[in-house]
């Protein structure tokens, strides 16, 4: 009877929409209807409060084109509607199978909201609950639903939680480009720049001096740290790693023929000096199996809860009640 009930009531909606005369093509009135799962009426109120933490990057994202824009919102609607529905249909089989929440868990999780989100103070807590039209225990109803959701959701990932070595070896082999990396060199720099009032000889003086002090023994990080005028000078002159392709030409030929521990000797360009160092060199090839594997086993354990996740909620979309409106 209620399902019934609910039906007929949907079917006045669209009456509502045409009375709206002042509203723009396509916007729809904050208290109707968005959906119906279950016994369960989803407003666009409740979609428009989802939606708005996402609205400044949609609008970003747009660049100023209206159409555009207009498809992101829609896009994003559509997609918090089925999340929303999901949801419900995802609690009714945790109530089905017999599950239940303990009130301590919903008890610590809106303290936590208090605590985080409305500085400790109940009154702003209630404040917000009045003016989003939920009552106490309307908002703890909600909690507890979202605890449900996130317990089952994360029930349905950790049932696909274990990887046949099989499989990650056929995932290396049929996607091994993308695990080939390109030469690349752990690098370190000291930079001298000439300054207005200096002359190429001063720079050129110091330069000399701390090459002779590194042909002494001297650490590079710490000479780059002392003399370095480029924004890694506190880090040591690191860099990290580096590839052929970006480095300017006439440091990328000196730096790759460095062996590791090499220094070069002063390389003069424009108004600057460089003295480069080798840390570590890596040969351009493919990553070995071993190196990769654990992140091959998070690849897969990750696309196996995607795709458990969607078949659990294909069979509760299939089995349950779910309408949504435009």
């Given amino acids: 009877m209620i399902k019934k009930a609910i039906f007929l009531l949907a079917l006045s909606v669209p009456l509502a929409f045409s009375v709206a005369q002042k509203l723009p093509k396509g916007a729809r009135l904050a208290n109707s ?79 936590e909201t208090i605590i985080t989100k409305f500085e400790g103070k109940r009154s702003l807590y209630l404040d917000y609950l009045k003016s989003i039209g939920k009552t106490p225990e309307e908002h703890r109803s909600m909690i507890k639903e979202e ?3 996130n317990y089952m959701r994360s029930k349905m990932r950790k049932s696909a939680s274990i990887v046949s070595p099989v499989r990650i070896e056929k995932f290396y ?32 003086q110091t330069a000399d001096e701390i090459y002779e002090k590194l042909e002494m023994g001297f650490a590079f990080d710490e000479l780059a740290a002392k003399y370095s005028n480029d924004s890694k000078a506190k880090k040591g002159g690191d860099w990290g790693w580096v590839t052929r392709g970006s480095l300017i030409e006439e440091l ?9 521990g090499e220094f070069s000797k002063p390389i003069f360009i424009k108004n600057n000096l460089f003295i480069l160092y080798s840390e570590e060199h890596r040969p351009e090839g493919y990553l070995p199996l071993p190196d990769v594997r654990e992140d091959i086993e998070d690849i897969l354990i990750s696309q196996m809860a995607s795709e458990a996740e969607a078949k659990f909620l294909e069979r509760l979309r299939r089995d349950g009640y779910v309408r949504r409106f435009n």
């Fill in 147 to 149: 605890i449900i959701v």
């Fill in 252 to 260: 990328s030929g000196p730096a790759f023929a460095l062996k590791e």
């Fill in 173 to 204: 082999d049929e996607y091994k480009q993308e695990f080939f990396q390109e030469e690349a060199l752990h690098l370190r720099l000291i930079r001298l720049t000439k300054l207005a009032d200096e002359s190429e000889e001063v720079l050129e």
């Fill in 33 to 111: 209807i968005a959906a119906i799962a279950e016994d369960k009426i989803i407003t666009v109120e409740e979609v428009r409060r989802e939606l708005e933490p996402y609205l400044p990057s949609i609008q970003k994202d747009s660049g100023g084109d209206p159409m555009k824009f207009r498809q992101s919102i829609e896009k994003m609607e559509a997609e918090i509607i089925q999340n929303l529905t999901d949801n419900v249909l995802i609690v009714k089989q945790f109530y089905e199978d017999k599950g239940q929440i303990p009130p301590s868990f919903v008890d610590n999780e809106i303290e």
